[in-house]
């Protein structure tokens, strides 16, 4: 298991940029692929970016691709999402998550950070 915590979360207007970090401690984070996951109030998590171990593959969800970017720190402790033109509809708590390959599902992913808080107000 690798334990991971998020930062970086807060509240922006709409069409502002967050940076969110995700600090990884315990088992290589670098052998693990990547997860971005965000879940809304009353909503169902959903998956937001990946990125491979090596780091060379990335995927993004449709709603996202265009805004946010997705990569791994230099130290391979860390990796960071990179989100801007922010929309309301990207209120959320985003989560990171490590995985045994690069995937776009929850249950892919094995290990979880607690979340931060996103809000976009317009």
């Known amino acids: 298991q690798v334990q991971l915590v998020e930062s970086g979360g807060g509240l922006v207007q709409a069409g502002g940029s967050l940076r969110l970090s995700c600090a990884a401690s315990?088992?290589?984070?670098?052998?693990?692929?990547m997860g971005w996951f965000r879940q809304a109030p009353g909503k169902e998590r959903e998956f937001v970016a990946t990125?491979?171990?090596?780091?060379?593959?990335?995927r993004f969800a449709a709603s996202v691709k265009d805004r946010f970017t997705i990569a791994r720190g230099n130290a391979k402790t860390t990796a960071h999402l990179q989100i801007n033109s922010l929309k309301s509809d990207d209120t959320a708590i985003y989560y990171c998550?490590?995985?045994?390959?690069?995937?776009?599902?929850?249950?892919?992913?094995?290990?979880w950070g607690q979340g931060t808080q996103v809000t976009v107000s317009s």
């Open positions: 998550a490590a995985g045994r390959g690069i995937s776009i599902l929850v249950s892919d992913f094995h290990s």
């Open positions: 990125i491979s171990g090596g780091g060379p593959i990335t």
């Open positions: 315990g088992r290589t984070f670098s052998n693990y692929a």
